[in-house]
């Protein structure tokens, strides 16, 4: 089951040190939602096309939509950024908005083949949208710490 730990940073130089930390993120004492096999790539293209009302195609095709910061050659774990267009998208959304995308989230193939509910689904985006919310302030970016 991968560990995909969303998290914030000033930079991508910063994202990308925290694969130099033993643990991740959370032990690099940023502010971190630790999730599992919530996909950065896929899920989170799908999430962006919902909330924002794009396709899939264009959500997945926008600057920095699952860009991989990281070597491959370097194993995981992968830091994987996320877009502006999400991440504003996560910081301006009303608790309706986040309750309405939820249950559209959770009918896509990539978390309902995970068996994850509205409801779950409901509280990973308030902690995603709480995540952008705070990154936002400081001026910072979103990432994926991805370990397989």
């Known amino acids: 089951m991968p560990l995909c730990d969303y998290f914030s940073a000033p930079d991508d130089q910063a994202a990308v040190a925290v694969l130099g930390t033993p643990g991740g993120p959370g032990q690099a004492e940023l ?11 896929a899920a989170m293209a799908r999430l962006e096309a919902i909330m924002t009302g794009c396709s899939y195609r264009q959500a997945g095709e926008r600057p920095r939509s ?29 608790a309706d908005d986040l309750v309405r995308c939820a249950e559209a989230w959770s009918m ?4 309902r083949q995970l068996g994850i509910t509205g409801e779950t689904t409901a509280d990973v985006l308030k902690a995603l949208a709480g995540l952008a919310r705070r990154a936002r302030v400081s001026g910072w970016r979103l990432y994926c710490w991805w370990a397989l």
């Open 66 to 94: 699952g860009q991989l910061l990281s070597e491959p050659e370097d194993g995981p774990p992968f830091v994987v950024s996320l877009t502006d267009t999400l991440i504003d998208a996560l910081a301006t959304a009303l």
């Open 31 to 41: 502010d971190v939602v630790f999730l599992k096999n919530i996909d950065p790539v």
């Open 108 to 111: 896509t193939d990539e978390l």
